[in-house]
């Protein structure tokens, strides 16, 4: 049949690669888990608790430094598994390092930074702790969530919109 | 303050940074929630089989919260309200998406992965959304708190 292959070499590297495609997934699975189980032991899954930290006036409760330690223990475990990644040189699932080489400051990075913290600052909730508290049942959660992914559609939307429109100016004669 | 805060925000921390970390290592992949989230709205990427592994993540981070909920439901925004009402909320949602998209990264993106390695534009990013986070939160104060 076509598109089928008796070669064992061949059928050995495709069940090689679906089974590399199923650790990848398995390992997704097992970091989205434990990370949503750090977040909630740091309670960052409260927004009382990061609007806590972002208060440095303590306008509402005494000022609440946690977000700083977890901070603090992130970067620390993050610093440690880049060196390890990078001396390793590929990772144990794929064939690439994926890491972002850009380094320039632009609108977009700066204006993307404002409007995130004025949204992080009027709710309390980031995109993983917003996501991880979806288990809370809670409604107001779901709508965060809802608008969240509005806004992510939209930047796609618009982006697409604008590329489109820069191609067909730089095609005009 | 409060140590116990602390030594919990510490030790979640350790877990975020290492699970963030094992994405990194066994993958090759950066832990950028809203990365990884936001991909599985972009047709060309899932067209290329590039969003089985998002919407797994994603599934494993909710699956985390249910855990959360069984062994301590206390860190969950359960009787949560919002602070300045339903149109603040959605208006949040809104930023947070839009922004975190423009900006190529959120708190774990930026914030845990980007600071680390001392991307140079996670550095500027991350402190300047923290700053602006902090100066809403001032700046509602009186709106939201009454004060």
């Known amino acids: 049949m076509f598109g089928e292959s008796n070669d064992p070499a061949t059928s050995a590297s495709f069940a090689s690669l679906s089974r590399a495609s199923l650790y990848r997934n398995i390992a997704a699975f097992a970091v989205g888990l434990v990370f949503a189980l750090g977040l909630g032991i740091a309670e960052m899954t409260q927004p009382a608790r990061v609007i806590g930290f972002l208060d440095i006036t303590a306008s509402r409760a005494a000022w609440d430094p946690t977000l700083a330690f977890v901070m603090i223990g992130a970067l620390a475990m993050y610093a440690l598994a880049y060196r390890l990644a990078l001396g390793r040189g590929v990772p144990v699932f794929s064939q690439i390092l994926e890491i972002p080489t850009r380094r320039d400051i632009d609108r977009r990075l700066i204006g993307g930074a404002v409007l995130f913290g004025v949204g992080w600052g009027l709710s309390g909730f980031c995109p993983g702790p917003a996501l991880t508290s979806l288990s809370a049942g809670n409604g107001a959660v779901a709508v965060f969530i809802a608008a969240m992914t509005a806004g992510m559609w939209l930047h796609g939307a618009l982006d697409r919109t604008l590329v489109r429109t820069a191609t067909a100016a730089g095609a005009a004669p | ?147």
């Open chain 2, 1 to 147: 303050m409060d140590l116990n805060a602390a030594l919990y925000g510490l030790a979640g921390g350790v877990l975020i940074g290492a699970s963030a970390g094992a994405l990194l290592v066994f993958n090759g992949r950066i832990a950028g929630i809203s990365g990884i989230y936001g991909g599985l709205l972009n047709k060309s990427r899932l067209a290329s089989g590039d969003g089985t592994w998002r919407l797994v993540f994603v599934a494993g981070l909710i699956a985390g919260g249910l855990l959360l909920r069984l062994l301590h439901p206390e860190s969950l925004p359960i009787e949560y309200e919002a602070e300045g009402g339903w149109a603040i909320l959605i208006l949040a949602g809104l930023l947070v998406g839009f922004g975190t998209r423009l900006g190529s990264g959120c708190t774990s993106g930026h914030g845990v992965c980007g600071m680390s390695r001392l991307s140079r534009r996670s550095l500027v990013a991350t402190p300047l959304f923290i700053a602006v986070a902090m100066l809403t939160v001032l700046a509602t104060a009186p709106l939201f708190v009454g004060g």
